[in-house]
């Protein structure tokens, strides 16, 4: 009993990890309808823009945070303005692919500056709480907070300001959203940054769990990937239960299956749910 | 304009035949039939980067004192290096060159595993040497007919040492982590091996390398309540492992290889993390006179091991090519255990004084830089030293070298 509840904490705090980038990755799907996988390369910015104030400028996790998101997001939107926006009246899969083409690149932009080695965040390591045969990290704890903090500031956002209720109603009918005067390239600017930037927080976030290198952001990509899709692409709240989904049943099935099909599991998953309910959890409209 | 032409094409085969020739000076000033050709296949780019180059150098810095010293076989030497590109893709497309082209007798230097393994078959089929410093257990299984040895202990030998070193520490309960690589099943089994031979318990988890976080691997390992983990793993993946083990509250000893808890990981994690941290790698013979006279030949105070390795497959092909007295890939595989463990032989440390006792008619037995240098049948080293380091306050420190 205590070790499934292990498992199933281990389960929440590396769920919500993934929950942040999967936001930003099913957002731009939302507003933008295709796939964008170079999330993975600003999740690996997210981290090194944080790392680097970080370790030079003793900036604290709080700060750090806000310069990955500023910095993942200026860079999604510059990204996406010069090198996806003039595909995509090729469709979207032309996109999608670019986004992986546009992934290598700023993923080596990255090893240019920095090299190949790995890093880690000026912060000191504390070993786990214990509690009733339960073990939890004040680390993963306070990460597992800002995990929250930022998807209750995500929803507050879209439902409350002009933009995020804009952003809602281009992903909901484009068409009607421009005669109802919205301007949709503003809103796809304005989704690019919201989606990178939070990409970069689950960096920065995933990076203070394991460790800093270019493959940071890759390395995760299918996982986020996905959560969208098993929540249903286009749906935020979809991309949390679906991170958490994945992350509780990787855990789970550690205990009966050797760790190595650990990522096939996740996976198998996904098959499930989507053999029964191919929308996703609460995704609107079967593609 | 048809006289115009004519006089062009003579410019150009006046101009071609000189360069042609120029080409083939060299055979003519030397004057004693054609060189022998021996090719380096070492990786120049790829992950390998760092140590083809200094390979390849040296194979040339050998080769040049031999040719100083008057050749072998009354034949200059001549070295061919191509670069392998850490590919087996364009590993295979290089030792086509050598083999085809350039007609090597032996070709030295494969680095990575998937090379070996790929450039292997076109050699043996060739009859052309092949020397390696590839460490997978598989390669020395291939039907390579005797045309293949290597210099780097393979796995079965590094888990045992890995085993009987946690065994010696005292530990008891002996875990073993690592991901999915080619080596982790027979390491796991060597380790058991030594470990049970002393008594000990053994068990192991192998892991996902491509995840974030390992909390519940952890959780399983802590279980066994081990007092020493082996971790089997590269950087990255073992960073994160020793952290979630320190979270864990795990206090027992820490045993990996030295090319996963390098001065890089040390320095990128919280020194409590990774202190006491214990490394052991396959060691060169750094006390050996071979192991000094490379030293002062290449120039550089500590060259890694695999330049060390090459050093002693150079040395050890130019011997066996005298010994055969022939120069040919089949020469020096059926030759090559006469002047690398012969028991009556004469100990030697390099090829220009090796080439003087055979000259005249004595066994020698040549004791390289990296290790003794004795095969068994199927072309792996028998014995080598190993270097085992400490984490100690933040700093990898040197135990000992057996």
Known sequence: MTILLQALLNGVMNGALIAVPAIGFTAIFAVLRYPNFAIAAYATIGAFAAWWVNVHFGAGILPALLIAFAVAGCVGVSAEETALKPLRGAGALTVAIGSIALNTVLENVVRLFFGNDLRGYDLPLVPDWRFMGLRVGPQQLQSLFFAVVIMGAVFAFLRYTRFGKAMRAVADNPDLARLKGIEPAHIAVMTIFLGAGLAGIGGVLIGLDASIDPMLGFRVLLTVFAAAVLGGLGSIPGAVAGALAIGIAEECALLVVPATYRSAVGFAAILLVLTVRPRGFFGERAN | MMKNHTLNRRHFLGASSLLLGSTALPSFVWAQGEPIKIGTLTPLTGS???????????????????????????????????????????????????????????????????????????????????????????????????????????????????????????????????????????????????????????????????????????????????????????????????????????????????????????????????????????????????????????????????????????????????????????????????????????????????????????????????????????????????????????????????
């Not at chain 2, 520490?169 to 031979?197: D, H, L, M």
Request: net charge negative; aromatic share 8%; proline share 5%.
């Open chain 2, 48 to 402: 390998g980067g760092p140590y083809g180059p200094v390979m390849a150098n040296t194979v040339k810095a050998v080769v040049d004192e031999v040719n100083a010293a008057g050749g072998v076989l009354g034949r200059k030497i001549e070295v061919i290096s191509e670069d392998d590109q850490t590919n087996p893709e364009a590993g295979v497309r290089a030792a086509r060159k050598l083999i085809d082209v350039d007609a090597v007798s032996a070709i030295v230097g494969t680095w990575a595993s998937s090379v070996t393994t790929a450039v292997a078959p076109l050699c043996w089929e060739s009859k052309t040497f092949l020397a390696t410093v590839s460490g997978a257990d598989s390669i020395t299984e291939l039907p390579h007919q005797g045309y293949l040895v290597r210099t780097q202990p393979n796995t079965t030998l590094q888990g045992r040492k890995f085993g009987e070193f946690a065994a010696a520490e005292g530990a008891k309960r002996v875990f073993f982590v690592s991901p999915q690589t080619p080596y982790a099943e027979s390491q796991f089994q060597n380790i058991t091996k030594a470990v049970e031979a002393a008594g000990g318990e053994t068990s192991s988890l192998i892991y996902d390398d491509k995840k974030p976080s390992y909390r519940s691997e952890v959780d399983e390992v802590m279980r066994f309540e081990p007092d020493a983990i082996i971790f089997g793993g590269y950087t990255p993946d073992t960073t994160v492992m020793l952290k979630e083990l320190y979270r864990a509250g795990y206090q027992g000893k820490k045993i990996a290889f030295a090319y996963a808890v390098n001065e890089k990981l040390v320095d990128s994690v919280p020194a409590e993390v990774v202190e006491g941290c214990y490394t052991i790698a396959p060691s060169s013979n750094e006390s050996s006179t071979a192991y000094q006279r490379l030293v002062k030949l290449i120039g550089v105070d500590s060259p890694d091991p695999y330049t060390v390795q090459v050093y002693d497959q150079i040395n050890l092909i130019i011997m066996a090519m005298a010994a055969a007295g022939d120069s040919s890939g089949t020469a020096i595989k059926d030759a090559i255990r006469k002047v690398s463990q012969a028991a009556d032989g004469t100990k030697v440390d390099n090829a220009v004084d090796g080439l003087k006792l055979i000259a005249e008619g004595k066994p020698v037995n040549y004791e390289g830089a990296s290790g003794p240098c004795d095969f068994t049948d199927k072309g792996d080293i028998s014995d080598s030293s190993f270097r085992y380091e400490q984490v100690r306050d933040g700093k990898l420190t040197l135990i000992k070298i057996a």
